[in-house]
């Protein structure tokens, strides 16, 4: 299978010019490292899924494959086009390719534009069909996301959440984007209707053969829908893989705390606890050595010294930790 979307050593870094240093000293803050060096691939039709505390740098890429933000470092390539060298013209093009669905359908639609407005809009941009053809593509999309003709004339604050942002799917997929990427697209619903979300997001996937970027901090959606993910801490992939293979054999220390907080549906069964300390580190200063050894209760004192590289141990299942090493 072809990659679709390829990321390779991608650095962002935000550099405050007005930062303490600058002012008392008259140099320049540190900056905070959002990614530094990130790897990946997507393959067409494909899910996968970056996982991850807040802060981590999971959103940051997203903007970044979008050209919200520009590279610091590193190179991004989508359909064997280099990202970073698009001009104006090119982006509007990347555009009806790749879409986005944010994470608060509140705060992502226009209170002032009816339903029918919303989703036409990606249309009228992009010079998409006659009126007819266009009111016509916003009731098939009105349907194809669970939602009603009678929808298309009203305002987004009539609809719930879980409404809110069918909609906001509905305008993703309203000029046949070949990606989509998704920046935590349930966080912000009710338990009970995120499943209705994920169930509907892997529908039109496999109807229309999309391919997903599924940015979330919940492991436990990420298995409902990804083939793949990967677990970001403090700007870094510190493990990927299969996700039945991530689940069911974690290498990393992290990866590992992290699934140890996700609710089991049997509550009587003891599962091994991995307890976190602390709070993740200042992204302008990160640790010397691994970024997680500060936390980690496996550490050993190599891990405070030694950077470990993102390697494979296994088939596509890959881990950035030294602990891995020693059982060589």
């Not at 390779?8 to 959002?34: C, I, Q, S, T």
């Not at 494909?46 to 190179?75: D, F, M, N, P």
Request: with cysteine; charged share 25%.
């Amino acid at each position: 299978m072809e990659s679709f979307l390829e990321v390779h050593n991608v650095k962002k870094y935000f550099f405050d010019h007005r930062g303490l240093l600058e002012m008392v000293f008259g140099g320049m803050a540190p900056p905070v490292r959002a990614v530094d060096g990130v790897s990946f691939q997507i393959r067409r039709g494909e899910c996968v899924g970056l996982v991850g505390e807040s802060g981590c740098g999971k959103t940051t890429i997203a903007r970044l494959i979008l050209r919200i933000y520009e590279l610091t470092e590193g190179e991004i390539w989508f359909e064997g086009r280099n990202v970073k060298t698009l001009d104006r013209s090119d982006l509007k093009r990347l555009y009806q390719r790749v879409q986005i669905i944010f994470q608060d359908p509140r705060t992502s639609l226009d209170p002032r534009m009816k339903v029918e407005q919303i989703i036409g809009e990606p249309l009228e941009i992009h010079g998409r069909g006659t009126r007819l053809e266009k009111n016509e593509k916003v009731l098939e999309l009105l349907s194809l996301t669970g939602l009603s003709p009678g929808h298309a004339n009203r305002f987004p604050h009539e609809f719930s959440g879980g409404q809110q942002q069918r909609i906001a799917i509905a305008r993703a997929l309203a000029i046949d984007p070949a990606f989509v990427i998704c920046d935590e697209p349930v966080s912000a619903l009710d338990v009970s209707i995120q499943g209705q979300i994920l169930n509907l997001l892997m529908d039109l996937q496999e109807k229309f053969q999309l391919s997903y970027l599924f940015i979330t901090h919940d492991l436990s959606v990420a298995r409902h829908i990804c083939n793949r993910i990967g677990v970001m801490y403090l700007g870094k992939i510190m493990e990927s893989g299969d996700t039945d293979d991530l689940f069911e054999r974690p290498f990393h220390p992290y990866t590992k705390a992290l699934l140890s907080a996700v609710p089991h549906p049997e509550p009587d069964l003891v599962l091994q606890q991995t307890p976190l300390r602390g709070e993740p580190p200042d992204p302008r200063h990160p640790p010397q050595g691994c970024r997680f050894s500060g936390r980690c209760p496996e550490a050993i004192p190599e891990c405070r010294e030694f950077e470990p590289d993102l390697k494979e141990w296994e088939k596509g299942h890959a881990a950035a930790c030294l602990l891995l090493g020693e059982d060589e």
